[in-house]
C-alpha cells in the first residue's frame, strides 16, 4: 500500500486547512485509516481514525469537535478537515492504514500509531499564533 498525502502549510489561529491522503496499491477489503501527528520533541499521536466498513470515527480529545476525517472509498482517497487549529496542533501529520482485521473497534486500538503498517510521508501544518 503506498500513501501519498498531500496540504498542509501554515495557517493562523482559528483557522482551517484540509489534508488528503490517496492509497494505491494493495488495498484491503475493510481497512483501518488513521491520521496521525508529530510535534517536535513528542511522540507521534492519534488523533482521527475511521474504519472503513462501519464508518466509525475515532477521535483524541485534543481534536474532538474540531476535526474530521472523512474517506472517499471510490477514489480511495482520505480527507482530514481541521478547523479553529490552534498554536499546538502545530505538527508533522501522517497517514496511514492497515487492513481492519488487525485492529479492535476501540479508540485505544486505532490511535497507536504502532498497530499501522503503512504509512505515508508526513506533511507540516504549522499554526501561528
Known amino acids: 500500500v503506498q500513501l501519498v498525502v498531500t496540504g498542509g502549510g501554515l495557517v493562523q489561529t482559528g483557522g482551517s486547512l484540509g489534508l488528503s491522503c490517496a492509497a494505491s496499491?494493495?488495498?484491503?477489503?475493510?481497512?483501518?485509516l488513521g491520521w496521525f501527528r508529530q510535534a517536535p520533541g513528542k511522540e507521534r499521536e492519534g488523533i482521527s481514525c475511521?474504519?472503513?466498513?462501519?464508518?466509525?470515527?475515532y477521535n483524541s480529545n485534543p481534536v474532538k469537535g474540531r476535526f474530521t476525517v472523512t474517506l472517499d472509498e471510490d477514489k480511495n482517497i482520505a480527507y482530514l478537515q481541521m478547523t479553529d487549529l490552534r498554536p499546538d496542533d502545530t505538527a508533522t501529520y501522517y497517514c496511514?492504514?492497515?487492513?481492519?482485521?488487525?485492529?479492535?473497534?476501540?479508540?485505544?486500538?486505532?490511535?497507536?500509531?504502532?498497530?499501522?503498517?503503512?504509512w505515508g510521508r508526513g506533511t507540516q501544518v504549522t499554526v501561528s499564533a
Open positions: 496511514a492504514a492497515d487492513g481492519a482485521y488487525r485492529l479492535s473497534p476501540q479508540a485505544s486500538d486505532y490511535l497507536r500509531p504502532q498497530n499501522y503498517q503503512f
Open positions: 496499491g494493495r488495498t484491503f477489503r475493510n481497512y483501518a
Open positions: 475511521i474504519s472503513s466498513a462501519t464508518g466509525k470515527v
